[in-house]
C-alpha cells in the first residue's frame, strides 16, 4: 500500500501509463523540467526522457490542437492545461476539433487523447482561476468528461483515461492536490470510465457529489443522525445513470452537492434525468446544494461562503430530510438568522 | 495506429482507388491537368445541383484554385498526412477522392466520402492521406504540427501538411501553431492558399502583412511567395518544403496566390469585388496555363484537350447521376462513431 498526495498519485499513473505504452508522451506548460506547477509529473522528464515529457510555450490553443493531431497521427498524448479556466482559449480544439474526428471520418481516425486540467475554488486563485467548468464539456458528443475526488480515484481514472481511444477530459480539484490517500498503484487500481462509486451505503436519502465536494458532502453527513447513501460520479459524460436510479429508487430521496454556480453544470442534468424518470416515486423535492451565481469571490471569508462547506451542506440535508420540503440557500437568507 | 480504414470506397465510373487516381497526379503532367479539369467540372456540376434544387446546405467552390490543389497533391506523398480547410472539393478530388465520393458527400448520400454526415466542407479519405479538414479558421494548424509530432517521435518518415485559406493568417490557432512548430522543428508544411477573399472581405483589408507569408519570420521560418495558378511552380515549393521537413529541417510557411473564380458560398455573388479583377485572374487562368505548356511541348493538342474535358465532364456527370441513385444513410447512422469502439 502507498499513502500518496493525489499529485503524487497523478505522476505515478502517468508514469505507470507511459512505461507500459511507449505511445504516451505528456506535454504542457512546465510539465517537464519544473514537473508541474502542482507537481503532478515530478521526475517524468527524466525518466522518459525530452522526447516524450515536453515544456509547451503558454499556448493552449496549439497544446491542445497538437494534442489532437498526435492523437490522430497515432500517439496517445496527455497534455496538461494549467487552470482549467484556460479551456477558454483552447475549447474549439476539445469540442469541436478533437471530439468529432472519429465522426466525421467515420471512424477511421481516432483521438486517444486525455486532457488534464485543475478546477475549483478553495485555493485563493481569485475569479478567473478558480472555476469548475464541467459545463463546458457536458454538451459535446464524443467527448468523455471525467472529474477526480482524491489519490485514489485520480490514479485510477487517469490511466484508464488513457486506454480510451477517444477523447477524454480529466479535471482535477486543484484544492485536493495535496491531500493524501492509502492504495496500492498499479492495475488492479484501474478506475472504468462511466461507473460511479457508492461512498457510503444508506436507506433515507441518496446524496450525489463530484470532484471536492465527495469529501465535503462526506463529512456533513457524518454530522447528522440519518442514514445516507454518498454516491461519487467520477464520469460526468457519460454518467452512471443505472447506479444512481436504483439508489434513489431505493432511498426516495435525492440531494445534489455541486461546486459549480446554480445554473448550468451537471446537477441539473442528473436532477432532469431523475425527476423524469423517478417523478412519483420520490418522496421529497430533489434538494439541489450549489454555489450562488456569481464569479468566484477572492476574500477568504467570501470564497469559504461561496463554496458548500460541510457545515452548510449538513445544515441543508438536515432541514430538508426533517421537512421534506426544500431550505431555501444560504444567499436567499442574507441578512437573516442563518 | 490511430489512423485506420475508413468506409468503404464505392465502385467508381473508371474504377479506379483514390490511391490509384494519386499516383497518376504524382507521376503525370497530362493526368494533373485532367484532375484540374475534373474539378472545374465537379464545381460547375455541384453549382447546378443546387440550382436545380437537387442539393442541400452549405458549399464552397474553388474554380480558379485548381493548380493549387492538383500542385500539392503532385508533392506530396500519400502516406504523407494531409488537413484540408472547407474550401476543399479541389483539394479532395487532387489528393484522390473519387468523383463518386465528392458528389455523394456533396448530396448527403451514404455513398459520399463520410456517408453524407459531414457534408461539403468535411471531406476526408485516409487512405491517401486526407486525414481530417476543419472548418474553423487555422484550426488544422496546431493539428498538423500534432500529426507531425507523431511521425517524428514515432520515426515513421511523414510529413504533415495543413492547407488553409488567406482568412486563416489572423486567428490564434495560426500563430500558436506556427510557434510551436517552428520550436520543435516538426516535419510539417503551412499552406496559406490565398484566394484574395475571406469570406467577403479582400486580404489586404483584413491583414497587416504583405505577403502573408511573411509571418513566418516572427517564427523564425523559411518562406515563400509562389504563383498559385502555375501547378509546376507549386509543385516545385511544396516539394521542396517537403523534403526539408523530411530531412528533418523543420516547417516551411508556403504562401500560394491564386483566385476565387466565385462568391464565398452559395448565396455570395461577391459584389464587392473590384472591377476588372477578376477577369485579369481568368486570363491567368490555371487549366490554360498548364494547357498551353503541354501543348507547346507537344504533349497534347488541341483535340485531345477537348477530349480529356469531355471525358472529365462525363465521370462528373456519372458521379453525380450515381450519387442522386444512391440512398440517404438511415438514421441510426447518426448514432455511429460518434465514440470509438474500445480495443482493450
Known amino acids: ?338 | 495506429m490511430a489512423i485506420g480504414k475508413g468506409p468503404e470506397v464505392v465502385t467508381t465510373y473508371d474504377a479506379k482507388t483514390p490511391l490509384m487516381r494519386r499516383e497518376e497526379v504524382i507521376a503525370d503532367p497530362l493526368a494533373r491537368l485532367e484532375r484540374m479539369m475534373e474539378i472545374r467540372h465537379a464545381e460547375q456540376k455541384i453549382r447546378e445541383l443546387h440550382e436545380e434544387g437537387l442539393a442541400w446546405g452549405s458549399t464552397h467552390s474553388c474554380d480558379g484554385q485548381e493548380a493549387v490543389a492538383v500542385g500539392i497533391a503532385a508533392a506530396v506523398a500519400p502516406t504523407d498526412h494531409v488537413v484540408g480547410a472547407h474550401r476543399g472539393h479541389g483539394l479532395g478530388l487532387a489528393l484522390g477522392l473519387t468523383p463518386e465520393q465528392l458528389l455523394g458527400e456533396t448530396l448527403g448520400r451514404s455513398v459520399g466520402a463520410v456517408e453524407g454526415l459531414g457534408g461539403s466542407p468535411h471531406l476526408v479519405e485516409t487512405s491517401v492521406g486526407l486525414v481530417f479538414t476543419v472548418t474553423l479558421m487555422g484550426a488544422g494548424i496546431p493539428i498538423a504540427a500534432g500529426l507531425a509530432l507523431a511521425a517524428e517521435v514515432q520515426g515513421s518518415g511523414r510529413v504533415a501538411v495543413a492547407v488553409f485559406g488567406d482568412g486563416s493568417v489572423n486567428i490564434g490557432a495560426f500563430h500558436e501553431g506556427l510557434n510551436l512548430a517552428s520550436l520543435w522543428k516538426l516535419p510539417a508544411v503551412f499552406v496559406i492558399e490565398n484566394n484574395h477573399y475571406g469570406e467577403f472581405s479582400r486580404y489586404d483589408r483584413t491583414t497587416a502583412v504583405e505577403p502573408l507569408a511573411r509571418r513566418a519570420e516572427a517564427y523564425d521560418l523559411p518562406w515563400e511567395l509562389v504563383d498559385g495558378q502555375d501547378v509546376d511552380a507549386v509543385i516545385a515549393a511544396v516539394g521542396a518544403a517537403v523534403e526539408r521537413a523530411r530531412a528533418g529541417e523543420g516547417p516551411t510557411l508556403l504562401e500560394l496566390r491564386t483566385y476565387r473564380y466565385f462568391g464565398h458560398s452559395r448565396s455570395d455573388r461577391a459584389p464587392y469585388r473590384p472591377e476588372g479583377e477578376l477577369e485579369a485572374w481568368r486570363a491567368r487562368d490555371p487549366i490554360r496555363i498548364l494547357g498551353e505548356r503541354l501543348e507547346a511541348v507537344g504533349m497534347v493538342d488541341a483535340d485531345a484537350l477537348a477530349e480529356i474535358d469531355e471525358r472529365c465532364r462525363e465521370r462528373i456527370e456519372a458521379a453525380a447521376a450515381h450519387a442522386l441513385a444512391s440512398p440517404v444513410a438511415d438514421p441510426g447512422a447518426m448514432f455511429r462513431h460518434v465514440y470509438p469502439e474500445p480495443n482493450r
Open chain 1, 1 to 338: 500500500m502507498a499513502r500518496l498526495r493525489m499529485n503524487q498519485a497523478i505522476g505515478a499513473a502517468l508514469a505507470d501509463a507511459m512505461a507500459e505504452d511507449p505511445t504516451v508522451v505528456v506535454f504542457g506548460e512546465d510539465v517537464a523540467a519544473a514537473g508541474g506547477v502542482f507537481k503532478t509529473s515530478v521526475g517524468l522528464l527524466e525518466r522518459f526522457g525530452p522526447e516524450r515529457v515536453r515544456d509547451t510555450p503558454i499556448s493552449e490553443m496549439a497544446i491542445v490542437g497538437t494534442a489532437v493531431g498526435a492523437a490522430m497521427g497515432g500517439l496517445r498524448p496527455v497534455a496538461e492545461i494549467m487552470f482549467a479556466d484556460f479551456f477558454g482559449v483552447a475549447l474549439d480544439q476539445v469540442v469541436t476539433q478533437g471530439a468529432l474526428v472519429h465522426y466525421l471520418t467515420r471512424g477511421a481516425v481516432t483521438v486517444p487523447m486525455v486532457i488534464r486540467s485543475s478546477v475549483g475554488a478553495g485555493r485563493g486563485f481569485a475569479a478567473t482561476h478558480s472555476r469548475t467548468v464541467e459545463e463546458w464539456f457536458l454538451s459535446a458528443p464524443g467527448l468523455k468528461l471525467v472529474e477526480v475526488s482524491g489519490a485514489r480515484t485520480a490514479y485510477g481514472l487517469l490511466r484508464a483515461a488513457v486506454r480510451e481511444e477517444g477523447p477524454v477530459v480529466v479535471l482535477e480539484p486543484r484544492a485536493l492536490y495535496g491531500t493524501r490517500e492509502e492504495f496500492e498503484p498499479g492495475d488492479d487500481a484501474v478506475i472504468p470510465l462511466g461507473v460511479a462509486e457508492v461512498r457510503r451505503e444508506g436507506a433515507d436519502a441518496t446524496v450525489v457529489a463530484v470532484g471536492q465536494t465527495v469529501g465535503i458532502a462526506s463529512e456533513a453527513i457524518e454530522r447528522l443522525d440519518a442514514s445516507i447513501e454518498l454516491i461519487d460520479l467520477l464520469t460526468l459524460r457519460p454518467w452512471d445513470v443505472e447506479t444512481v436510479l436504483a439508489s434513489v429508487a431505493r432511498t426516495g430521496r435525492l440531494a445534489l452537492v455541486e461546486e459549480h454556480p446554480f445554473t448550468g453544470g451537471w446537477g441539473p442534468e442528473v436532477a432532469s434525468r431523475v425527476g423524469q424518470e423517478l417523478f412519483g416515486e420520490l418522496t421529497s423535492p430533489i434538494l439541489r446544494i450549489t454555489a450562488p451565481d456569481v464569479p468566484v469571490p477572492f476574500t477568504r471569508d467570501l470564497e469559504f461562503r461561496y463554496l458548500p462547506t460541510a457545515e452548510y451542506v449538513a445544515a441543508q440535508l438536515g432541514r430538508w430530510l426533517e421537512t421534506d420540503t426544500l431550505p431555501s440557500p444560504w444567499w436567499e437568507r442574507i441578512g437573516e438568522e442563518v
